[in-house]
């Protein structure tokens, strides 16, 4: 873990977060010299949450309750087994995934990206790969110089996966292969993973299959998030 220099908690939007577990801005920049102490971990994690949350979701908060419940069981479970291997820092590699439903403009993606920016201050090493379904089939679709298992296992390998918008994209036989494989691979290996979904809960086995919807079913929790289109009078 590289050291950190102190860092701006306002340049992160990161008051409200940090005000949310009962630390203080100064937590942030404690320096002990340990580049795995857990302030130095955060710092680290918030400037990479930096570089994966898009601009418009930059002051994102995670308030769904079960979505902060999932959030605090990946780092207990991470703090827990540092202990029982001895390890010099808390990781999350194993545990629960989560299935945000909505319809458009109600929160999902707020949510999700709130959810990487929130694991981001716990000082838990928190390694996110973030893509929308339509991006994941586009980065994986066969071209020239660019090898397509490599480019997949990046995926498929992430320590914690945000998939915005699963069965948004036009299905194929190829988006059908990917999520299949995606999906069994983070399914049988209990990988952490963040899907977010317009499709209403009895339409994910009709627009992803029965077996994807199956393994989606036993591993995520499923929130519904209620309420009407935010984006809806913005501009009015
Ligand atoms: N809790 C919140 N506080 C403030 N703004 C929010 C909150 N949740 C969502 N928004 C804003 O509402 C708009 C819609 O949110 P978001 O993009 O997350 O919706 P979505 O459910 O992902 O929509 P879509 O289904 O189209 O992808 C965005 O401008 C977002 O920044
Ligand atoms: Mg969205």
């Known amino acids: 873990?590289?050291?950190?220099?102190?860092?701006?908690?306002?340049?992160?939007?990161?008051?409200?977060?940090?005000?949310?577990?009962?630390?203080?801005?100064?937590?942030?920049?404690?320096?002990?010299?340990?580049?795995?102490?857990?302030?130095?971990?955060?710092?680290?994690?918030?400037?990479?949450?930096?570089?994966?949350?898009?601009?418009?979701?930059?002051?994102?908060?995670?308030?769904?309750?079960?979505?902060?419940?999932?959030?605090?069981?990946?780092?207990?479970?991470?703090?827990?087994?540092?202990?029982?291997?001895?390890?010099?820092?808390?990781?999350?590699?194993?545990?629960?995934?989560?299935?945000?439903?909505?319809?458009?403009?109600?929160?999902?993606?707020?949510?999700?990206?709130?959810?990487?920016?929130?694991?981001?201050?716990?000082?838990?090493v928190s390694r996110w790969v973030v893509t929308t379904a339509a991006d994941l089939y586009a980065a994986l679709r066969p071209r020239h110089g660019i090898d397509s298992e490599t480019e997949f296992r990046r995926y498929r390998d992430a320590r914690l996966l945000l998939v915005d918008d699963l069965g948004a994209a036009k299905i194929s036989e190829f988006t059908e292969d990917v999520n299949f494989r995606l999906v069994n691979y983070r399914y049988e290996n209990h990988l952490p993973t963040l899907f977010t979904s317009n499709l209403m809960s009895r339409e994910l086995s009709g627009r992803l299959g029965d077996r994807v919807a199956s393994r989606i079913n036993e591993m995520c929790q499923r929130v519904v998030i209620e309420g009407r289109d935010r984006r809806r009078g913005v501009a009015a």
């Not at 308030?63 to 291997?85: C, F, G, M, S, Y």
């Not at 545990?95 to 909505?102: C, D, E, H, T, V």
């Open 1 to 124: 873990m590289q050291h950190i220099p102190p860092i701006d908690p306002k340049q992160y939007d990161l008051e409200p977060l940090l005000a949310g577990r009962d630390l203080t801005p100064e937590w942030i920049n404690t320096d002990d010299g340990d580049p795995f102490s857990p302030p130095n971990v955060a710092r680290c994690h918030i400037v990479e949450a930096s570089k994966v949350v898009p601009f418009h979701y930059r002051t994102a908060r995670p308030q769904l309750p079960e979505l902060r419940t999932w959030i605090n069981q990946l780092v207990d479970q991470a703090q827990a087994e540092q202990q029982k291997r001895g390890s010099v820092v808390a990781s999350i590699t194993r545990g629960p995934s989560l299935l945000l439903l909505g319809v458009t403009g109600v929160g999902k993606t707020h949510q999700a990206y709130g959810a990487v920016r929130e694991l981001a201050i716990t000082g838990v």
